[in-house]
């Protein structure tokens, strides 16, 4: 379809994805690992994450008293193409990772911590942060 708006949307697309490569200054890559979540708010996931203590097990950069070594460092989390040893990086993943981790890796040691599916948008879009 050509019609003007279809036309316009994608010019904005364009723009965007222009100014996103720019911000990067790193080159441009189509698929990032992590991306963005939508729906997802940093701020209320760096809050849940403190609340949930994943700081126990976990070296979290910017939550308060995280320093956990028995789980691998989350410091560069955002930028990992793939999580806990093989599962693709990205927002559903790791969602579904956060709320139940046996369901993707039978036999990890990450327990599952009773998150709703809001609570895990969060934490996704926080843990997207860490680069
Ligand atoms: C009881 C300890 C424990 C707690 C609490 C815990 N985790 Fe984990 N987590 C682990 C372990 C162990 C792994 C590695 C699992 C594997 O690879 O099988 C892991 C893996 C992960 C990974 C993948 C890391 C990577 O480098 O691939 C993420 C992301 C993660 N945890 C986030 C969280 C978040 C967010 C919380 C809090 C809601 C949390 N964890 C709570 C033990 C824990």
Same mark, same amino acid.
């Given at each position: 379809m050509r019609t003007?708006?279809?036309?316009?949307?994608?010019g904005k697309t364009r723009v965007s994805v222009l100014l996103a490569c720019a911000a990067l200054l790193a080159g441009c890559k189509k698929e990032?690992?992590?991306?963005?979540?939508?729906?997802?708010?940093?701020?209320?996931?760096?809050?849940l994450v403190t609340q949930y203590q994943c700081g126990a097990c976990h070296t979290i950069?910017?939550?308060?008293? /995280? /320093? +956990?070594?028995?789980?691998?460092?989350?410091a560069h989390i +955002?930028?990992?193409?793939? %999580?806990? +040893?093989? %599962?693709?990086?990205?927002?559903?993943?790791?969602?579904q990772w956060l709320r139940t981790p046996h369901a993707v890796k039978p036999g990890t040691e990450m327990p599952p911590m009773g998150l709703t599916e809001q609570e895990a948008r969060h934490m996704a879009a926080f843990l997207y942060t860490l680069r």
């Open positions: 003007p708006h279809s036309h316009n949307f994608a990032p690992a992590a991306g963005p979540v939508p729906g997802g708010d940093a701020q209320q996931g760096l809050r950069p910017g939550v308060q008293g /995280a /320093a +956990g070594e028995q789980a691998p460092s989350l +955002g930028r990992l193409s793939y %999580i806990a +040893g093989g %599962i693709p990086n990205h927002p559903a993943n790791m969602m």
